[in-house]
């Protein structure tokens, strides 16, 4: 049985590794600890409670989701990073993360959710259309896709994720 819980800060080692490992296969491992920085400790002391670990009964993490409820806008939240461990793909374990998050953003009177992702994330691009998100308009289209060019700075196109709760 896999089970949630808030993150803690306790947790950064652990993630970064993960994402070293989950992504190891796929990518350099060059690639795979600049991916990592995407998860400075910051996220895990400043928005831990915001944030999802997904365990198995042994402890080990399957998962997890790194979010924020939005300082500047009270309505918003933001869905950082989503990693699920590669074994547990495709058992609807994400969408449990985001169902999970989506509930808690929505207590705390938030009405919608954003997240963001690269073009060439064709997996996290089909995920996030599962899930009801809908593809903000971007300033080019980029085979059929929305893409919002250098968003992230020169040469970091993304594509812009939005969905009402
Ligand atoms: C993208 C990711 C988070 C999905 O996790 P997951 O637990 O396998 O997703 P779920 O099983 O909850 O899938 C939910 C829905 O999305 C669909 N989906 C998930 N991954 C998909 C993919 N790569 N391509 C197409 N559809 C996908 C599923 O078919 C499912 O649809 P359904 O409910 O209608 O059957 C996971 O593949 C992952 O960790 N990828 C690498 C990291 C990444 O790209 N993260 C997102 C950007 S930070």
């Known amino acids: 049985m896999i089970t949630l819980r808030a993150a803690s800060e306790a947790d950064h080692q652990t993630l970064v590794r993960a994402i070293q490992a989950w992504w190891g296969d796929s990518r350099s491992p060059e690639a795979a600890r ?3 920085l995407l ?3 910051l996220f895990l002391q400043h928005f831990a409670t915001t944030s ?29 990073f989503v990693g699920i461990e590669p074994g547990h793909r495709g ?3 994400a969408r449990r993360l ?16 954003k997240a963001v992702t690269s073009p060439g994330n064709h997996g996290s691009i089909a995920f996030h259309r599962k899930l009801g998100f809908r593809l903000e308009p971007g300033d080019t289209v980029v085979g059929e896709v929305p893409v919002h060019s250098d968003y992230d700075g020169p040469g970091q196109d993304r594509v812009c994720f939005v969905r009402d709760l």
């Open 91 to 93: 058992s609807g374990l």
């Open 98 to 113: 985001y169902g999970t998050f989506f509930e808690a953003a929505a207590a705390a009177g938030r009405r919608t959710v």
């Open 52 to 80: 999802l670990v997904a365990e198995t009964d042994d402890g080990a993490v399957a998962g997890f989701l790194v979010g924020l409820h939005s300082a500047d806008d009270p309505e918003l939240a933001y869905v950082h």
């Open 39 to 41: 998860l400075p400790r």
């Open 34 to 36: 600049e991916l990592a």
